[in-house]
């Protein structure tokens, strides 16, 4: 019997998408439990299914799993999204905390409450094109140019959890953070077309961000 699994995170992509893209990636049934930002504190308390007060959680046959990044981790191993083997396991994770290094960037400037609107869309614009944030997508190009060219995947022939990270974290900025790097921008649309989410991703209805 399969596990029944329920996913609680806010009704925003966030932290939880990518555990989202990975059940709908391999068609994998799951109870998408999206709670709005004035209902949590009424189910915050519940340490049975958010131990650590906070989300994304996964429930897992009714037992509660913490952390994002574990719970994408895990996800992909089950389903067979994590690599064939170590070394490509080794690229996956090398793009995903490459991802992350330039989310928690811009994330320092979503959270500054010093900037009004039009200072923190400047400060985004700045951060889509400063050098650090180029060599990161840089070498994310460079992982991707070592399988196929650069015309197919992060690794193998068909998408892993690196391919729906980089996906995810593209589609949370503006767009023209991909403007230099072609072979990106070509992912990212076979992603975004691929038969096993393009279902999803045309009724998908929940912003990137509060």
């Known amino acids: 019997m399969s596990p029944k699994y329920v996913l609680n995170y806010f009704n925003i992509q966030g932290k ?5 893209l990975l059940f709908h990636c391999k068609g994998v049934e799951f109870t998408d439990n999206q709670i709005s930002f004035q209902d949590w504190p009424s189910h915050k308390s519940d340490h049975s299914r958010f131990p650590l007060g906070q989300m994304p959680t996964l429930e897992i046959d009714g037992h509660a799993v913490c952390q994002s990044a574990a719970i ?23 793009v995903c905390e490459t991802l992350n290094d330039f989310w928690m960037d811009y ?13 923190k869309t400047a ?7 400063k050098d650090t944030t180029k060599l990161k997508f840089s070498f994310l190009e460079s992982l991707l140019k070592r399988n196929h060219d650069g015309h197919g995947y992060f690794v193998g022939d068909s998408i892993t959890l690196g391919d729906l990270v980089f996906f995810h974290t593209a589609g949370m900025v503006d767009k023209s953070l991909l403007n230099d790097f072609p072979l990106l921008t070509e992912l990212n649309n076979r992603v975004r077309h691929s038969a096993e989410l393009k279902s ?7 912003p990137p961000m509060p």
Do not use: M, P
Not at 16 to 20: D, F, H, P
Not at 123 to 129: G, H, K, R, T
Not at 200 to 206: A, E, F, V
């Open 16 to 20: 939880g998408e990518v555990a989202r």
């Open 72 to 94: 994408n981790s895990y996800l992909a191993e089950t389903f067979g999204l994590n690599g064939a083997n170590a070394s490509e396991r080794l690229v996956i994770n090398q």
């Open 107 to 119: 994330l320092e400037v979503w959270k500054n409450k010093t900037l009004d609107s039009d200072q």
């Open 123 to 129: 400060a985004f614009a700045e951060l889509l094109v």
């Open 200 to 206: 999803y991703l045309d009724s998908r209805s929940h």
